[in-house]
């Protein structure tokens, strides 16, 4: 087999291993949590003849194993179980979910790259000028605050203050694209800030490392601008890590909202997770973390992938 769809092969493999044995993890730590699940939804006048019916019907007198084995058949088919507080599918109050916090981790990426990805060319340009010293101290500023503290700073500047954005980003399937990008804009501002300079420092670093390339100063002295040399030369071959970086903050984005989703009361998967959690519903945090769990394991492998199918030396073996 050829080199890079054998690399692949074997990345998606790990990939699928690695998702087996978190939801190994998931299932058993939140077996070993505290309490009873019938208790806390039957309160504590429930009688143990109620209790033992309860936990017969959810099936938590069975062998720890025996469980897991259910629900990850279960998975496997697309049927998460039932959630305890409200007797719906697991699988249905996801879906409803998780559109929502993609869409906001796309709003992110979508203000996020093109801002990190010129700040990067333009430092690169500029290198140790003042326009370089203060965009690495800014974003590394920003992204030195936990999200919390970013998303409150926001809220008391540009919500409280001069009311130019809501406080909280409460949407439904009924606002319009329009409305939602208005009440959506400070959350995804919020993520923005905090994975912005990531991508910026991997895009200056990325470029500067190969302005000293031979092909570089060739260009160079064909008399091009140093901007031309950089847009043309230089960035192109600078993508495999750029994209890579970009693909791990993705990751990010879609697994680390559940702060930002807290903050600003939106309801995406995060929020739904907390909830969940707070009424002791393990069917729905057990099915909220494999969400999180597979999208940020399947972005990582998506970039481990790229950068195999974009590393010259398997494209070009001597």
């Not at 800014?138 to 406080?167: H, K, M, N």
């Not at 494999?290 to 010259?312: K, R």
Request: glycine letters at 6%; one cysteine or more.
């Amino acid at each position: 087999m050829a080199p890079i769809p054998k690399l692949i092969l074997k990345r998606c493999s790990t990939g699928l291993l690695t998702l087996f044995l978190v939801s190994i993890i998931i299932f058993f730590a939140i077996e070993l949590l505290p309490g009873d699940a019938a208790q806390q939804l039957l309160g504590q006048s429930a009688t143990p003849e109620t209790l033992a019916a309860l936990r017969e019907q959810l099936g938590l007198n069975q062998p720890v194993v025996l469980r897991y084995i259910q629900w990850l058949g279960g998975v496997a088919t697309g049927d998460f179980g039932m959630s305890l507080a409200n007797k719906r599918p697991v699988g249905e109050l996801i879906a409803g979910r998780l559109g929502n916090t993609l869409f906001l981790a796309a709003y992110a990426a979508a203000l996020a790259i093109p801002l990190s990805l010129t700040l990067g060319l333009l430092a690169a340009l500029w290198r140790n000028s003042l326009f370089d010293r203060l965009s690495s101290l800014l974003t590394l500023t920003s992204i030195s605050f936990p999200e919390f503290f970013v998303a409150y700073i926001l809220i008391l500047f540009l919500a409280v203050r001069t009311s130019l954005f809501p406080s909280l980003a409460t949407v439904d399937a009924t606002t319009s694209l329009v409305e939602r990008l208005y009440i959506c804009f400070l959350p995804a501002v919020t993520l923005t800030l905090v994975i912005a300079a990531h991508m910026m420092r991997m895009t200056r670093a990325a470029i500067i490392n190969l302005l000293a390339s031979p092909y570089i100063e060739t260009a160079r002295l064909k008399g091009q601008s140093p901007f031309k040399v950089i847009s043309r030369h230089a960035l192109p071959n600078a993508l495999a890590p750029i994209v890579t970086v970009v693909t791990l903050n993705l990751a990010y984005l879609v697994t680390g909202v559940l702060v930002v989703e807290v903050v600003f009361v939106y309801p995406g998967l995060g929020q739904l997770l907390v909830d969940s959690a707070a009424k002791r519903d393990l069917a729905v945090v057990q099915g909220c973390c494999l969400i999180f769990a597979a999208i940020y394991i399947f972005l990582n492998m998506f970039a481990d992938i790229i950068a195999i199918a974009t590393n010259p030396r398997l494209l070009h073996p001597r």
